[in-house]
């Protein structure tokens, strides 16, 4: 008896691969074959080379559902402690994002209520938000530190990342945000607090194996492009790529200083300038959008998104899920807000939360249906791409499987 070379056959699904030159890759009445956690076969059913019975230990029909890669949420804030929707009640009675955080509100606020839990707890109020994202599709996340502003919380923090991958069965990827805030006990020694941050926090958090990526806010209300640079120099000695929130409330030229890393993103972008965008262009730093905090905060200047396409930058899409300006727990809402408020269309905002997402991550072993990728992927109650952008909330996600193995959503 010949030993099935599959593992897993799917059969008579839309795929939409985002592979290819077709819109959104797609192969109307595909299969794809499964074997030991990767893609080892795509295409028209018709092109299968041989039965499907032996080609494979288990066939499963999907009735001509959309099945896509698994959705990437690459910038998160998710593990924290705490919420803030008093801010959020603040805010709708007036009060600005920086006026709040003036006042000891915003991140700071979240620091307080971060350091007074410990792991466990931590955990406890981090693991519904990422079941949330799962039950949406997304199969890979990003999760920064940056509410801790002190070693043992920023520890604890990332920490708490992993284990959230390690728990669920999803790709969690951290980045340390240690320059996200002025933490209280620094408040007269600025220097000091970069310096801790750069000399001793980081190096710590990057020997212990918790820091895939460095990040920073490089903003009026946080920190200047030389803080941010001093970081980022450490960074680059260790092998560590970094990342950068940028240009959301002023343009301070952080986009080109990242770029200028050769980084794997600048983030939020509604006040970047044409310079940043030439500088992102020439050193392939993805544009990661976040049309959540957009939303959440009333904004009204939109990123240069026109810009950005002429220039072939590429574009993706996050929830930016924090406690204060983007409580935001589905990754396709985004790619709806993405389509609405910018107007990306669906394959746009589809690829920033699949292919362009993996880039913006550093990750190549996923965001695509293709021979040799991991096997990430989701079938949907969907039969075309678009209906997932078009409509706003419900529950369309039929199965989820990572790495070959399918989830259980419960």
């Known amino acids: ?207 212990e194996g918790l820091v895939d990526a460095v990040d920073a806010f490089c903003e009026g209300i946080g920190f200047t492009r030389a803080e941010t640079a001093r970081v980022f120099e450490r960074a680059r000695e260790r092998g560590v790529p970094v990342k950068l929130h940028a240009e959301q409330l002023s343009d301070l030229d952080g986009a080109a200083l990242v770029a200028s890393y050769r980084g794997l993103s600048a983030d939020h972008l509604e006040h970047l300038g044409e310079a940043g965008i030439r500088a992102m262009a020439a050193a392939g730093t993805v544009a990661v959008l976040l049309p959540g905090a957009f939303y959440a905060l009333r904004e009204t200047r939109l990123p240069p998104i026109d810009a950005l396409r002429a220039h072939g930058v590429p574009i993706a899409i996050a929830t930016d899920c924090n406690p204060g300006t983007s409580p935001l727990l589905s990754l396709r809402l985004a790619a709806n807000m993405a389509c609405t408020l910018f107007r990306l269309t669906p394959e746009e905002a589809l690829r920033g939360a699949t292919v362009n997402a993996a880039r913006a991550l550093g990750l190549a072993d996923r965001g695509t249906l293709a021979v040799g990728q991991r096997a990430d992927l989701v079938a949907w109650h969907a039969v075309q791409p678009a209906q997932l952008c078009y409509w706003i909330g419900g529950d369309l996600v039929r199965d989820v499987w990572v790495g070959g193995r399918r989830l259980s959503l419960a």
């Not at 030991?36 to 032996?54: H, K, N, S, V």
């Open 1 to 207: 008896m010949t030993t099935p070379r599959w593992d897993h056959l799917l059969m008579g699904a839309t795929l939409a691969t985002f592979a290819g030159e077709r819109p959104f890759g797609l192969v109307e009445r595909g299969a794809l074959a499964l074997k030991d956690g990767r893609i080892a076969w795509i295409g028209p059913a018709t092109d299968l080379p041989g039965p499907a019975d032996a080609l494979a230990s288990t066939v499963e029909t999907l009735d001509g559902v959309l099945v896509t890669p698994g959705l990437i949420d690459c910038h998160t804030h998710l593990v924290f402690g705490g919420d803030r929707a008093d801010e959020f009640d603040q805010r709708l009675n007036g009060a600005s994002y920086e006026a709040v955080a003036r006042a000891g509100g915003g991140i700071a606020s979240t620091v307080r209520a971060t350091r007074a839990a410990d792991e466990d707890e931590l955990l406890r109020q981090s693991l519904p938000r990422a079941r949330e994202l799962l039950r949406d599709g997304v199969t890979t996340l990003e999760i920064k530190s940056g509410y801790g502003l002190d070693l043992d919380t920023e520890r604890r923090m990332l920490r708490v990342a992993r284990r959230i991958g390690e728990t669920l069965g999803v790709g969690v990827r951290t980045s340390f945000l240690g320059l996200h805030a002025l933490p209280p006990e620094y408040r007269e020694r600025r220097a000091d607090y970069v310096a801790q941050v750069s000399e001793v926090m980081l190096p710590a958090l990057v020997d």
